[in-house]
């Protein structure tokens, strides 16, 4: 069965917040380059993960799922870091994590 979504812009500026069952996208680091023209938000369902999400981008963002398929690519879930296949729900913030090296 094909994984779908539906894109919708947040609340107005005014609140600042949500609009009602959406999950905010963050990209980090070069992910952010790939991830031009994602939208910022993405609508809820009952069965979505991080790898689900992932996989829902691949069709119009190639090149972005490739990047977000490497192993070091870490998930953030409201700022915790989770695995794969953790639920995400309504009003979460979900960040991904690009591989970082240090000196």
Same mark, same amino acid.
């Given at each position: 069965?094909?994984?779908?979504?539906? *894109?919708?812009?947040?609340? @107005?500026?005014?609140?600042? +917040?949500?609009?009602?069952?959406? *999950?905010?996208? #963050?990209?980090?680091?070069?992910?952010?380059?790939?991830? !031009?023209?994602?939208?910022?938000?993405? !609508?809820?369902?009952?069965?979505?993960?991080?790898?689900? *999400?992932?996989? +829902? #981008?691949?069709?119009?963002?190639?090149?972005?799922?490739? !990047?977000?398929? =490497?192993? =070091?690519?870490?998930? @953030? #879930?409201?700022?915790?870091?989770?695995?794969?296949? =953790?639920?995400?729900?309504?009003?979460?913030?979900?960040?991904?994590?690009?591989?970082?090296?240090?000196?």
């Amino acid at each position: 069965m094909p994984l779908s979504c539906s *894109i919708k812009p947040a609340a @107005s500026p005014a609140t600042g +917040l949500l609009g009602l069952n959406m *999950i905010k996208l #963050l990209f980090f680091g070069r992910l952010g380059d790939f991830a !031009e023209g994602v939208a910022p938000n993405i !609508e809820a369902r009952a069965d979505l993960t991080p790898a689900k *999400i992932r996989d +829902l #981008l691949a069709a119009d963002h190639p090149a972005l799922f490739a !990047e977000l398929s =490497q192993p =070091q690519v870490l998930i @953030s #879930l409201n700022q915790m870091i989770v695995g794969w296949e =953790q639920p995400v729900f309504d009003g979460a913030e979900l960040a991904f994590l690009p591989p970082v090296t240090g000196g």
